[in-house]
């Protein structure tokens, strides 16, 4: 008989362990309090809804495939092993389609980053959309060096690029998105 309680967003260890039990709640209970955060996450890579959607399914198959291999390690660790798959698959998805081309071009000629802008006043939907615009390779590097805290040295092994080649289009992702933000700023006065 399935095990029937409420479970909460986060709720790892219950969720882990309607898993082992075999419940067959298991996959859905996963599912529900996951798949906003994950498909965040995939969207932070790829900016097609339809491919995200794809990803997210590709996704939750391999992590119920992979889920009994799972060692949880804390609070958080269900969660983050997760994201690692999706982003994963997002790079994969990236590569194979062939939609990033990152360029190794030399900085002398980006322009320069004004000074850093401010944006407490800017709703934080407003800012996931301006980083969902920018193009897929400056999207990508972002994503990974500032919102996952890589390095160039890693992302350059990710994605099979120079460590320049990732400096340079963060570069001109920040550019780019501090003309944004001034841009919005500018129309909302």
């Known amino acids: 008989m399935p095990v029937s309680f409420r479970l909460y967003k986060d709720d790892e260890k219950r969720i882990l362990g309607l898993f082992k039990d075999g419940d067959p709640a298991a996959s859905r209970a ?9 498909t965040a996450v995939c969207s932070r890579y790829v900016s097609n809804d339809a491919d995200v959607e794809d990803i997210l ?35 994969k998805f990236l590569r194979d389609s062939r939609k990033v081309v990152f360029l190794d071009i030399d900085d002398q000629g980006v322009s320069e980053i004004p000074d850093e ?25 972002f994503n990974l060096y500032v919102i996952e805290g890589r390095s160039h040295r890693e992302i350059a092994g990710l994605l099979g690029i120079t460590e ?11 550019a780019m998105l501090a003309k944004m933000i001034k841009d919005y700023q500018n129309s909302t006065r």
């Open 117 to 141: 802008p401010d944006t407490e006043s800017i709703p934080p939907g407003v800012i996931y959309g301006f980083i969902r615009r920018l193009p897929d390779g400056y999207r990508t590097i």
């Open 164 to 174: 320049s080649t990732s400096a340079s289009q963060l570069h001109r992702a920040k």
């Open 57 to 91: 399914q590709e996704s939750f198959l391999a992590i119920f495939k992979d889920i009994s291999g799972f060692e949880y390690r804390g609070k958080g660790s269900l969660k983050a092993w997760m994201a690692r798959m999706v982003i994963n698959r997002s790079l």
């Open 30 to 38: 996963l599912y529900d309090a996951y798949a906003g955060y994950l």
